[in-house]
T-cell receptor
Framework: LAKTTQPISMDSYEGQEVNITCSHNNIATNDYITWYQQFPSQGPRFIIQGYKTKVTNEVASLFIPADRKSSTLSLPRVSLSDTAVYYCLVGEWGGSGTYKYIFGTGTRLKVLA | GAVVSQHPSWVICKSGTSVKIECRSLDFQATTMFWYRQFPKQSLMLMATSNEGSKATYEQGVEKDKFLINHASLTLSTLTVTSAHPEDSSFYIC??????????????FGDGTRLSIL
């Protein structure tokens, strides 16, 4: 089972800021939080990764509270091309001793004109 | 940087055929590669974890004799769907994690292979 929970879908309008929250109540001390974007018929694309507080790059910001049980991906001024599925991932250890990602349902973001 | 290439991007074949999908890390070395399967409008499902030079670890419910994985080098992993049937039709995606940097290195994904079995 995935270690994360996200809203299934969200709608927004062009130019607005979009915040997608993810719950990961059982996050372990060493886990990082990683967000991916996926367009239809393509592989997921890395957006941002963080461990605590706030991380910002050229496309998004990631806010992580002190308890790290949730995180929020913030997309500033979305455009129609940001319509995609967004996944929040926290890794877990597999039986072979490998750290792996189990995908949750993701959040289907639809940006409207 | 951190580009993962999958080939082929789309394959159509007859039932009973075996199909091989290649996953290459083009500009980095990957000790570990992962294979996922995705049905329309669903999330990615992890099939197996592939470590270079050792046997793959399969997730529960994934038949290892059906989905053969080989990870012979730090830049190449292959998935062979043996004796494919229509129910194997799906979108297969691989990912790779860089050798250096530890567990916080994100996985980089290929663009997937759409497999259609007639």
């Amino acid at each position: 089972l995935a270690k994360t929970t996200q809203p299934i879908s969200m709608d927004s309008y062009e130019g607005q800021e979009v915040n997608i929250t993810c719950s990961h109540n059982n996050i372990a001390t060493n886990d990082y939080i990683t967000w991916y974007q996926q367009f239809p018929s393509q592989g997921p694309r890395f957006i941002i990764q963080g461990y605590k507080t706030k991380v910002t790059n050229e496309v998004a910001s990631l806010f992580i509270p002190a308890d790290r049980k949730s995180s929020t991906l913030s997309l500033p001024r979305v455009s129609l091309s940001d319509t995609a599925v967004y996944y929040c991932l926290v890794g877990e250890w597999g039986g072979s001793g490998t750290y792996k990602y189990i995908f949750g349902t993701g959040t289907r973001l639809k940006v409207l004109a | 940087g951190a580009v993962v290439s999958q080939h082929p991007s789309w394959v159509i074949c007859k039932s009973g055929t075996s199909v091989k999908i290649e996953c290459r890390s083009l500009d980095f070395q990957a000790t570990t590669m992962f294979w996922y399967r995705q049905f329309p409008k669903q999330s990615l499902m992890l099939m197996a974890t592939s470590n270079e030079g050792s046997k793959a670890t399969y997730e529960q419910g994934v038949e290892k004799d059906k989905f053969l994985i080989n990870h012979a080098s730090l830049t190449l992993s292959t998935l062979t769907v043996t004796s494919a049937h229509p129910e194997d039709s799906s979108f297969y995606i691989c990912s790779a994690r860089e050798v250096s940097g530890g567990l916080n290195q994100p996985q980089h994904f290929g663009d997937g292979t759409r497999l259609s079995i007639l």
